[in-house]
């Protein structure tokens, strides 16, 4: 029963959740860091929900965070194993494989907005 359970995919749910904090709080950031305001106010006449977001950024990063850590205690819990068969323990190794780069990439991605919008404007300003 167990051998027919189809993989979890927990790398594009958290991929696709940090990459909602770079979207609202690092790009913007960045790109006026870089001179760019007129494209940042450009996009968030184009699209004002990055407005909301960005004014609910600590319950943005709060959330993902979250999903981070939980995601984190999915992916690398004790005793988490792949079944016995070879063919289903070889994709689920692979999933498994696919999964924790995307994580990694995630981390990374919520690490650098949280740079960019927590402590880099404690340090410049």
Sequence with gaps: MEQNKKPKKWGWLILFTTSSTLICCALPIALVSLGLGAVVASVASSAPWLIWLTQKKAW??????????????????????????????????????????????????????????????????
């Design 60 to 125: 943005v990063f709060g959330i993902t965070g979250l999903i981070l850590l939980i995601t984190a205690w999915a992916l690398y819990r004790p005793n988490r194993s792949c079944p016995a068969d070879p063919k289903l323990g070889k994709y689920c190794t692979k999933a498994h494989k696919w999964n924790s780069i995307i994580y990694i990439i995630s981390v990374i991605l919520w690490g650098i907005s949280f740079l960019t919008s927590y402590i880099l404007p404690i340090i410049l300003y």
